[in-house]
Every structure is written in structure tokens, then in C-alpha cells.
């Protein structure tokens, strides 16, 4: 199984930006990639995906043209770009791959195989 460390959260003021790193212990190239978040008393929602290839993204409406998700196939690696951060965007962000097509979409978390232990990225106002 690939195991995956989430890096780049921190404290971010409103407005500001901040780009998180999934770094895998494998290679990834044939799988699709994820980023979620949860915030504090709050299920765990979809951000982000993106296909083997990265000629296919999709993003979750609250984060629309605010982030982009990226891949480095050659350095194993996924990488969460963030701007225009928000107080509600305060979350951990997990990082998650998907080792085989369940067709459940890649905007469910159940798609996901294996998931990092996540970076906190708290957005102050």
C-alpha cells in the first residue's frame, strides 16, 4: 500500500495563500488522487481530484477557481495550491488515493483506499 504525508499547513490569514504537499512512498502514476477536509465538528467533504494523467480535475464548488489541485508523477507527489483563503476553509486536509475504480466518482470519500494522517490549515479573519 502507498502511504502518503500531507506538509504546508499552518496559520493563514483571510485573504491569503498556502499550497499542501501529499507526498507518496510509492508510485502513483496509475491512480487517481484526492484531497479532502474536515473541519471541527463537521463530516469530511470533498475538495479536490485529479486523474492518473492530471488531464482531469474536479474541484468542489466552495473552492471553485480559488484552488488548484496538481500532480508530479516523477516525484510521486500532489499538491494542493490555495488562494484566497477563507475563515471557513479552516480544516484538516487530507490527502487520499484511489488504487481501483469503485464508481462511486472521485467526489466520494468511499472511492479512496488510503489516506494520509492530514495537515491543519487554520485561516484566521
Known amino acids: 500500500q502507498v502511504r502518503l504525508v500531507e506538509s504546508g499547513g499552518g496559520l493563514v490569514q483571510a485573504g491569503g495563500s498556502a499550497r499542501l504537499s501529499c507526498a507518496a512512498s510509492?508510485?502513483?502514476?496509475?491512480?487517481?488522487m484526492g484531497w479532502f477536509r474536515q473541519a471541527p465538528g463537521k463530516e469530511r467533504e470533498f475538495v479536490a481530484a485529479?486523474?492518473?494523467?492530471?488531464?482531469?480535475?474536479y474541484y468542489a464548488e466552495s473552492v471553485k477557481f480559488r484552488f488548484t489541485i496538481s500532480r508530479d508523477n516523477a516525484r510521486n507527489s500532489v499538491h494542493l495550491q490555495m488562494n484566497s483563503l477563507k475563515p471557513e476553509d479552516t480544516a484538516v486536509y487530507y490527502c487520499?488515493?484511489?488504487?481501483?475504480?469503485?464508481?462511486?466518482?472521485?467526489?466520494?470519500?468511499?472511492?479512496?483506499?488510503?489516506w494520509g494522517q492530514g495537515t491543519q490549515v487554520t485561516v484566521s479573519s
Open positions: 510509492g508510485r502513483i502514476s496509475m491512480y487517481a
Open positions: 485529479i486523474t492518473q494523467s492530471g488531464e482531469d480535475t
Open positions: 487520499a488515493v484511489r488504487n481501483q475504480d469503485y464508481g462511486l466518482g472521485l467526489r466520494s470519500s468511499l472511492e479512496y483506499d488510503n
